[in-house]
């Protein structure tokens, strides 16, 4: 047993449901020898494949992922500005094999949600009694004119960690003093919504640390973001020359690019670039698709007790692939999901229903080198759907003296390997 | 102190075309809308937009009350010297705001 899971209670912290464990018998969860295949090793499925197999050891688990690493996005922002090694963020599955999950590495090309069986690229077929749907996210190839599949070694999206990451930050550490870096941000939903300010901090860190004369131009199809008032602040504080966006207020959604001639065109204008990150526009992952798990949005519609789609029997899905507005696409809600899903279905394998409980998010984003702002939320799932609860959760202050930031970048460390190990670990 | 973005070339060949974009940041309230408690919310709206090359009037709009919120423009106007464009709008209390790019003819 992994030291980090000493009880089934304390699987569930952050989940302030231990209560739905304490009223069923634990031997009888623990006897049922169900076949349970999760789809997608990020922080969901790990979490989903390594909660499940410790809440039923008789159970076989099978987590389905193609690569056999997984570079964590959390924290890959600070690759790309030159302050932290990518090796830093990758993780393997080892740690699930040692806690008796099955991991498949081969990718998951389709489901068969009547015979319940998925469907390998190898061709092999795996049943399952429940399915776990982790597939994360896909990009929406040409929602931005020009920007397909071959234009991300040209302009980086790196919003999926590993070797993009690793990309932009080369094309960044290549720019000549005096460039122009731009990013287009997508409009919501999408994976981390404060993200591509944490990106936008920490890459105007870099310049003005490495590269004084450049600048970063935010082309931002959104009016409003997460955690604004905070990031604003800062930018005005330390990136004054360094950082300017352009909202949707000033037509900045990006439609078009070209990546041959590296400019991007708004509904206003053409901006050139010297190194563009281009985030496109999102959906869930591919799978989900296949599955017949998504809706007419892209995104998977669930039922918030348990996270089962609305659309198939016996398919959960968690994670950024989901509708689970107010709760964030963030690794910390994906990993706090699959927890719940995992005893909701071995309280329905027992032969009880869902019962609501209180969900949670915290994220933390730099600021600088070595500053942090976070935000928390509270969620209840008892009205038919996740809501904020009033009054509970919150946001660093504003106009916080400089050691509450300092505070905050060295607790988002302990975050990170809290979060990481709980998947991973 | 709204925010107003200007794109126009630098430079230009003598008597080309030019194209120019000029958008100012403001809600037009058209005057027609009420508010959560019936009360109608007051009309602001810019009514005027001016261009001048070298301070002659090459452009001109008038603005209406259908006129979407963040009023963006796009007009053309023949390079025929170097010199400054000044562009300026005006509110219907005379409030007015503006901007000048430097335009170099060869």
């Known amino acids: 047993m992994s030291p980090l899971y000493h009880s089934r209670r304390q699987l569930l912290q952050g989940l302030a449901g231990a209560a739905l464990l304490s009223q069923m018998a634990l031997p009888a969860l623990a006897q049922t020898r169900a076949r349970l295949v999760v789809v997608g090793g990020g922080f969901g499925g790990a979490s989903a494949a390594g909660a499940m197999k410790h809440l039923m050891p008789a159970a076989s688990v099978t987590l389905v992922e193609a690569s056999p690493h997984y570079y964590a996005c959390p924290f890959s922002n600070l690759v790309i500005a030159g302050l932290r090694e990518l090796d830093a963020q990758r993780f393997d599955y080892d740690g699930l094999t040692a806690r008796g999950v099955e991991v498949v590495h081969d990718r998951a090309v389709d489901v068969d949600s009547i015979a319940h069986t998925v469907r390998l690229a190898s061709g092999d077929q795996l049943a399952y009694d429940k399915l776990v749907l982790s597939p994360g996210i896909d990009f929406l190839w040409d929602a931005i004119e020009g920007y397909g599949r071959e234009a991300v070694e040209r302009m980086p999206h790196a919003w999926k960690a590993g070797g993009q990451t690793g990309l932009l930050r080369q094309k960044l550490e290549a720019m000549d003093d005096g460039g122009q870096v731009v990013m287009a941000i997508p409009p919501a939903p999408f994976r981390c919504p404060p993200g591509p300010y944490e990106r936008a901090s920490l890459i105007a860190h870099y310049l003005k640390a490495h590269k004084p004369r450049s600048r970063l131009l935010l082309l931002d199809a959104q009016d409003s973001f997460s955690k604004q008032p905070l990031f604003e602040q800062a930018w005005a504080e330390h990136y004054p020359d360094h950082l300017e966006r352009y909202g949707a207020a000033d037509f900045a959604r990006v439609v078009s690019v070209d990546p041959d001639h590296m400019v991007l065109t708004t509904e206003f204008d053409d901006f050139r670039a010297d190194v563009a990150n281009v985030i496109p526009p999102q959906k869930a992952g591919e799978i989900a698709q296949r599955a017949g798990v998504a809706d007419a949005t892209g995104w998977c519609p669930i039922d918030p007790l348990s996270f089962a789609s609305t659309l198939q029997t016996d398919i959960h899905v968690i994670g950024d692939a989901t509708i689970a507005a107010p709760m964030p696409k963030s690794a910390f809600s994906a990993n706090l999901q699959a927890k719940l899903c995992a005893v909701q279905i071995a309280r329905v394998l027992g032969g009880l229903g869902p019962e609501p409980t209180i969900l949670t998010n915290t994220c933390y984003s730099f600021i600088s080198n070595d500053a942090a702002v976070s935000i928390t939320g509270v969620y209840s799932n008892d009205a038919g759907r996740l809501q904020s609860v009033e009054g509970a959760g919150g946001l660093s202050p504003l106009n916080a003296d400089p050691a509450i930031r300092t505070a905050e970048a060295l607790q988002a460390e302990t975050w990170f390997k809290t979060l990481t190990q709980a998947a991973f670990g | ?106």
């Open chain 2, 1 to 106: 102190m709204a925010v107003i973005r200007i794109s126009a070339p630098e430079t230009a060949e003598k008597n080309e075309v030019i194209e120019i974009k000029a958008m100012i940041q403001h809600p037009m309230e058209t005057g027609y809308r009420r508010d959560e408690r019936g009360d109608v919310i007051p009309r602001d709206i810019i009514t005027n937009f001016r261009c001048g090359y070298n301070g002659e009037i090459v452009f001109e709009a008038e603005f209406l009350p259908g006129i979407a919120a963040n009023p963006f423009l796009t007009f053309y106007l023949r390079a025929t010297h170097s010199g400054s464009l000044n562009m300026s709008w005006t509110d219907q209390d005379g409030q007015s705001w503006s901007a000048t790019h430097a335009l170099t003819v060869a």
